[in-house]
């Protein structure tokens, strides 16, 4: 079994909804993690390049927005965990069969961040 691991980065800003808070920034860092068992005929399980062209392409949804003004984190509040689940949704869109996603990561700064999976994958 393969594991294949990229990141990426986007900026955006949001305002949660406990008491004090302001609206802020970060620069989310996020990991996303994919199995597979079978290599192709050029030794990969999958290009990487793919793989990191599809997160990219999610992440544009979300670089530089307010995000509390996306139609998805108007329902679900823009906490990190609803955005790990946001990015794992639509990334598992892109995968194909042969692959799982494992898990995608985003982190908020270099202390803090959530992981999010489905079933039993770590
Ligand atoms: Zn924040």
Redesign the pocket.
Known sequence: MFRLIVGDEFAAA?K?SICGEEL?G?NFHVWVAVEGNNLDANGMVIDLRLLRGWLTEILKELDHKYLNDLAYFKVNPPT?ENIAKYIFTNLNRKIPDSLRLMYVEVW?DERQGVRYYEGCAT
Do not use: A, R, T, W
């Open positions: 949001h949660l802020h970060h990190v908020e």
